[in-house]
């Protein structure tokens, strides 16, 4: 079982920069395939960016590409995601993920998640 729980969640102007972290317990978290999901209010749980076990192959939605960055530090058991140039529409709760196992999968919509952390709130004013 992985335990998962994100910070750096907060209020940020539009143009601004944030910083993610998950920090994963539990199991073997650094052979986790990890990633980042978001939920606005009334939508529907949608993927932001996916990493593999290693960090060597990495995956976002077409909306953050450019802007967002996830990274993993293996050391730490802690998977990030740097967003810049936040814009009102990227306001949500923002949710860590992990996989059973090294690898995403690009096949389903949740990427191989199976762990979920509580998630933390995004706020990006215009």
């Known amino acids: 079982q992985v335990q998962l729980v994100e910070s750096g969640g907060g209020l940020v102007q539009a143009g601004g920069s944030l910083r993610l972290s998950c920090v994963a317990s539990?199991?073997?978290?650094?052979?986790?395939?990890m990633g980042w999901f978001r939920q606005a209010p009334g939508t529907e749980r949608e993927f932001v960016a996916v990493?593999?076990?290693?960090?060597?192959?990495?995956y976002y939605t077409d909306s953050v590409k450019g802007r967002f960055t996830i990274s993993r530090d293996n050391a730490k058991n802690t998977v990030y995601l740097q967003m810049n140039s936040l814009k009102p529409e990227d306001t949500a709760v923002y949710y860590c993920a992990a996989a059973r196992g090294p690898y995403f999968s690009v096949k389903y919509g949740d990427y191989g998640m199976t762990y979920w952390g509580k998630g933390t709130l995004v706020t990006v004013s215009s």
């Open positions: 539990g199991g073997t978290s650094s052979s986790h395939a």
């Open positions: 990493i593999d076990w290693s960090g060597g192959t990495s």
